[in-house]
């Protein structure tokens, strides 16, 4: 038993930006090489990252990167600063390695976040993916001015850039992945980076489409120029017996075979037209043997979030040494 697991889950959380630190003193290392690829000028030393919603505002990247990530993606980021929904946000339930949260992107506000980005330059150790939201109230009509204000801001420290359009938490927001909305959305948004270097564009999309309205959802997203997806967010669905509430993103071991599928159908629909995309894998990777199996579906990388809290911030370098003992 993990001794953080003793404490509530949102203690737990509070509690980690000083875990953190000493975890990176005891586990810290160089960034481990294993499976190293380059994609669009970027360099990959292995395939592992924290997913979207770890590290919201870019505070703990020199821990993440000792503790040997492949690289790290930061953020929800929201236009402006925003508190989390009230009331209870997060919970686990350690006999599923469940997860479960409803906290709506609390987010320091992309100027704060700015700052934070600043301070561990010039030289970055890894690629930097910045998820980016929209605040909770502004409406989807024009939601696309809150992502392109985002983009604004941070562009000068993205390597790629996360369009998370598929959190339960903010109310509508799912709406965004509709194809009408999506081609209003990403319009703006990959016109807006390709003014300048262009910077790599991600959609993040949830688990629970189906089958059919993910693969169109794909394909659509391919047609209008996007570089990548990452597969998947929290879901909505509930197994048999679980104790959450039935709002709110449930991730962890219970969500495996959905991310696994959301993978599965981005694959073959995109055939031959996925040579150049970035396929993200994330939701239920628990274990060693999860990566490798992602890895080996077709991810080009993965990245793990429940897996912190179950197994601890050690993943990263076991998963490394199990690599590279089994070549
Ligand atoms: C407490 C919590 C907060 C999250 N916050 C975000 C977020 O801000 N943005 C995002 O794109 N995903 C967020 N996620 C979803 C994760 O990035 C990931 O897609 C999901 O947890 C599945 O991965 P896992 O099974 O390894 O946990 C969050 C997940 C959890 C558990």
Known sequence: MKPWMLLPAHWAHDLS????PLASLIYGRKTPHWKSFDWK????????????????NAEHLREWWSLGCGFVEIGTVTPRPQNPNPGKIMDRHIKTQAMWNKMGFPSHGAEEVFYNLASYGPHFRTPIFVNIGKNRHTPNEVAVSDYVSVIDQLRPFADAFVVNISSPNTKGLRDLQNKDSLTNLLGPILDRVSHFEPTPVLVKLSPDMGDEALSETVLHCQSLGIDGFVLTNTTLSRPEGCPFPAEGGMSGAPLKNLSRRALEVAVQSLGKKREGLLLVSVGGIMSPEDVFERLQMGADLVQIYSALVFHGPDFFHEVARRYNDGR
């Open 17 to 20: 930006s000083i875990g953190l």
């Open 41 to 56: 000028g970027l360099h990959f030393a292995n395939p592992m990252g924290i997913a979207g919603g770890v590290d919201k």
